[in-house]
């Protein structure tokens, strides 16, 4: 069965100090790998699609990297306004249309 | 000039009632989807329709109904509602449903509470 775990549940860092978020998945065939951030009382916003292991992705202080069963989120110098859930997703080859949502690291940055 | 609006923000209502959650988006996208986040934050998907047809229909009761009048616009109503039911439910959509990842552009999100 398609499973997205994502780990750790909730992290708190202090303003400046980097770290990772992980995901690992089990699907049959995977097309993309998605990490969405999702801030309180809103829908999931977009940030990268990984397709093939070995890909990065950057983004301000965001950069996304992919392996053949994990995903990591490094955030550098991580900011108070960074503080959000970071949801990853996975679309699987069984169905083109299908993605499985990890439920989600909350990361909480102190000033 | 929202890309994915959902109407009603907040709905609060008694179980054994009917009701429906609007969504509409305005990127021109040929894909829409509904996901339910439960308390535990998991985004399950639900429906999903491109061009106003039904491609992806999950494990859900059939109280659930979507409705797709037009691309740009997917509803779902739900029937007799119970105390399970209370969510986040989120509409979607993305470019196309076939050939290369999509990525999806959600909406604000409808808090269902039923009583």
């Known amino acids: 069965e398609d499973q997205v775990t994502q780990s750790p549940e909730a992290l708190r860092l202090q303003e400046g100090e980097s770290s990772s978020l992980n995901c690992s998945y089990t699907?049959?065939?995977?097309?993309?790998l998605f990490w969405y951030r999702q801030d309180p009382g809103k829908g999931p916003e977009f940030l990268f699609t990984?397709?093939?292991a070995g890909e990065e992705k950057e983004k301000e202080r965001l950069k996304a990297t992919l392996t053949k069963k994990e995903s990591f989120l490094h955030i550098t110098a991580p900011k108070p306004e960074d503080s959000a859930t970071y949801l990853c997703?996975?679309?699987?080859?069984?169905?083109?249309?299908?993605?499985?949502f990890g439920s989600g690291t909350r990361l909480s940055i102190r000033p | 000039d929202t890309a994915v609006s959902q109407t009603p923000k907040y709905l609060v209502t008694q179980m054994g009632n009917d009701k429906s959650i609007k969504c509409e988006q305005n990127?021109?996208?040929?894909?829409m989807y509904w996901y339910k986040q439960d308390s535990k934050k998991f985004l399950k998907i639900m429906f999903s329709?491109?061009?106003?047809?039904?491609?992806i229909n999950e494990t859900v009761p059939n109280r659930f109904s979507p409705k797709s009048p037009d691309k740009a616009h997917l509803n779902l109503h739900i029937n007799s509602l119970e105390l399970g039911d209370s969510a986040v439910y989120f509409c979607?959509?993305?470019?196309?449903?076939?050939?290369?990842?999509?990525?999806?552009?959600f909406g604000p999100g409808t808090r269902l509470l039923v009583l």
């Open positions: 990127l021109g996208h040929d894909t």
């Open positions: 979607a959509s993305s470019q196309d449903a076939a050939g290369v990842t999509e990525t999806q552009y």
């Open positions: 997703a996975v679309q699987a080859g069984s169905s083109a249309s299908k993605i499985i």
């Open positions: 990984l397709y093939s």
């Open positions: 699907v049959s065939g995977l097309r993309g």
């Open positions: 329709y491109n061009n106003k047809e039904l491609i």
